[in-house]
């Protein structure tokens, strides 16, 4: 079967610093891949989605960028990060009906 | 493109209780409908999924919604509410393509 995982769960930065989430996907081969973000009381927002290796494609400007150096890995990275970059972080890969399966999620705080 | 509507941020029902919460969508091709439920800091995990065939489609926990093309409404309900049914859902549409539109979501909470 396939599981998703995404670490770290938490994450505490401060203003100003790098940072780099990351999400692997096991039981699938070549799946879509996407970085949403959850913000207090503003539901989900699509950041990236990748529908291969070294394809990215970005849905909103922002500090942020994402990565897919293999298969089944899935990077979002910042260099600099932002007040506003707080949020809940979520991974997730597609079947090949749009259905979405998800990660545990990666919380950040930036101070 | 395609959208969703959730109609009511919150919804407060008693334990035991019918719980209803409202979807509409907007899609320029035969859509693909989804209803995910997330608990505090967790994922979504899907409730159910219309694709094709059947318009009433039956999820886990209970739950089951109606697609109705005329109304373009995917509503959702539980007969009898419980109280681990305390969590936020969405509804989300997609247009047989990569990606998926969710709407805003709807926080349950159970009241005893």
């Known amino acids: 079967s396939q599981t998703i995982h995404q670490w770290p769960a938490t994450l505490v930065q401060p203003v100003g610093s790098p940072l780099s989430l990351e999400c692997t996907v096991e039981g699938t081969s070549n799946p879509n891949l996407y970085w949403y973000r959850q913000a207090a009381g503003r539901g989900l927002q699509l950041l990236f989605y990748s529908v291969g290796i070294g394809q990215i494609s970005s849905e909103v400007p922002q500090n942020l960028s994402a990565s897919r150096p293999q298969d089944r890995q899935f990077i979002l990275s910042s260099k600099k990060l932002l007040l506003s970059d707080s949020g809940f972080y979520l991974c997730?890969?597609?079947?090949?009906?749009?259905?979405?399966?998800f990660g545990e999620g990666s919380r950040l705080t930036v101070l | 493109a395609q959208s969703v509507t959730q109609l009511g941020s919150h919804v407060s029902v008693s334990e035991g209780a019918l719980v209803l919460l409202r979807c509409n969508y907007s899609s320029s091709v035969p859509p693909y409908l989804f209803w995910y439920v997330q608990y505090p800091n967790q994922g979504l995990q899907l409730l159910l999924k219309y694709t094709t065939g059947a318009t009433l489609v039956k999820g886990i926990n209970g739950f089951e919604a109606e697609f109705k093309k005329s109304e373009t409404s995917f509503h959702l309900t539980k007969p009898s509410a419980h109280m681990s049914d305390a969590a936020e859902y969405f509804c989300a549409v997609s247009g047989r393509g990569y990606k998926l539109s969710f709407g805003a979501g709807t926080t349950v909470t159970v009241r005893a």
């Open positions: 997730a890969w597609s079947s090949n009906t749009g259905e979405l399966f």
